[in-house]
């Protein structure tokens, strides 16, 4: 009877409906896994023994031997095994990891040679043996097995992806690149995954061995259009667009391109306040010809960012001004007062009314623009705000309101209409009726321009301030009238009536308006140093008064772009945006910020 049952439980194990404890390697695992290695190992045993050719079954029994500590056991496991297997790579990498960790470190060199030795040629063989050491941390290991099969087996794709990665690991930057470069001149990495790449892996100070590796193997290779392309990028990376120009420029002839590449730059360039760049690049464009792709852009675009110079950047000269208007002027002969050119036409009318002191010119440009069938309302009604301005340049106010008035009726939910209805407040400001305006400047704050709404709310804020210290309002009534000078460009006037201020305001409560105000006149001279020394009065005066953010942004603006000390700049910006964080000018300022420090393009 006990015969029978016997047969019938062999049976039934057989069949799978009774669990065989003894046999089952899923079960073994668990215990490993668990860090039963008691259990694991008895499993483990049997596993190996009726198995011997299954090489897990070898390397978990060797794994809870260790683990286990029986080293002598374990020991002759592994020399059993290898004594079987000879060429075996891996056996070798293994006895010597275990020499390794028993502190036996000089034999486990010597166990590592023969690994390297027995390396066969297959390949999954090879990246077997190179993984294992990179578990180890063994980095030069597995660099010496990838290096070896490139001897043996030829250069293949991946061996330059897995390479680079390593000697990343072991913090080879120049073996990095050198072997991310080979993999993109073979095809193995695209430009757009090793852009994406190098972002991540790369400091920042090794970017310029990243060009000189570049300019190496152009200058061998100039038709590797790969490397260029990752040329220009590294340059973009640092906000160099003029050497990225140069690529990009030399890569469109080569491929005789249409000019994308250099279209998309230049934009790059001056978003980011590289408007000499930009100017070349779209200047590039323009000598394509008429009738190309980006050809009329190109020349607005060009006006644009010499505009820009002028205008944000207080850097020019009185033959850059002319030689501006001739631009303009030669853009309004060829493209007329046309929807596409309308918007410039209104920059130069600017040129001519607030530069080139010729505002009449400018008031007759503007007269002709809004005359234009052509042009769309929108645009008619920036010209006539304009133009409003332009007239009380003159003197002439109420032809001034009257254009104010107009624009306000027609877009009154606009923008546009928030826009007139400012500066007919700001108007009657500047003739000293400042309940009326007061009361605009209180409606104005919740406008839903955002400038317009600070605007509003710092000038409404400063009159009633003044107005509770001086009743009879005679010192507001002095500087509302020096703004309107300085609004009208008479500048000498403006800087007489602020000094007669001091006479009347004995209190001295308009002091750092009055120095914020002689500080923004100095500036529109050209007078620097001046113009600094009344911002920095105000930042050690009145550090915590309305003014301080203000005197800071023009102080950072000066050393940005007219002395180019970006440190410096960037110092004043930072200043503004954690000292002042509620402040308008602090997002504007972080951005700078931002851009001055090189933050990678995206």
Sequence with gaps: MSRILVLIFCLLLGLGLVPGYAQDPRLAQQYLKNGEYEKAESMYQSLYQKNPQIEVYFSNYLECLISLRKTDEAESLIKKEIDRRPKDCMLYAQYGAFLEKTNQAEKSEKQYEKALQNLSTDLVTVYQLSNFFINQNKFELAISTIEKAQKTNGTHGDFQTLLADLYRKKGDYKKMLENYLLGLKS???????????????????????????????????????????????????????????????????????????VYNLSHVAMQDGDYKTAIDGFTYLKNKGNGETFYLDAVRQTLICKR??????????????VSLESEYEQFRKDYGTSRMAAQLIIEYAELEARYLRNVEKAISILEELIKQAAVDPQTKAEAKLDLADYYL????????????????????????????RFRNARLSYFAGDFAWAQEQFDILKQATSKLISNDAIDLSVFILDNLAKDTLGEALQLYASAELKVFQNQYDEALNILDSIQYVNVENTLEDDVWYLQGRIFDKQQKTKEALAKYEKILEKYKDDIRADNALWEMAKIYDYQLEDKAKAKELYEKLFIDFSGSILAVEARKRFRTLRGDPVQ
């Design 308 to 321: 820009k110079l002028v205008v944000e950047k207080n850097n020019y000269n009185q033959g850059d001004l």
């Design 187 to 261: 095809g193995v990495i695209s430009a757009d995954n090793l852009q994406n790449l190098l972002v991540v892996y790369l400091p920042k100070d090794l970017y310029p061995e990243l060009q000189t590796h570049l300019y190496a193997e152009l200058e061998k290779n100039p038709e590797l259009i790969s490397y260029m392309e990752l040329l220009a990028w590294s340059f973009i990376q640092n906000k160099d667009y003029f050497q990225a120009l140069r690529q990009y420029k030399a890569i469109d002839a080569q491929l005789q391109e249409n000019g994308n590449r």
């Design 393 to 420: 340049i003159t003197g002439e106010r109420w032809e001034a309101t009257l254009l104010y008035s107009q624009v306000d009726k027609d877009f009154l939910e606009d923008q546009l209409g928030e826009s007139a």
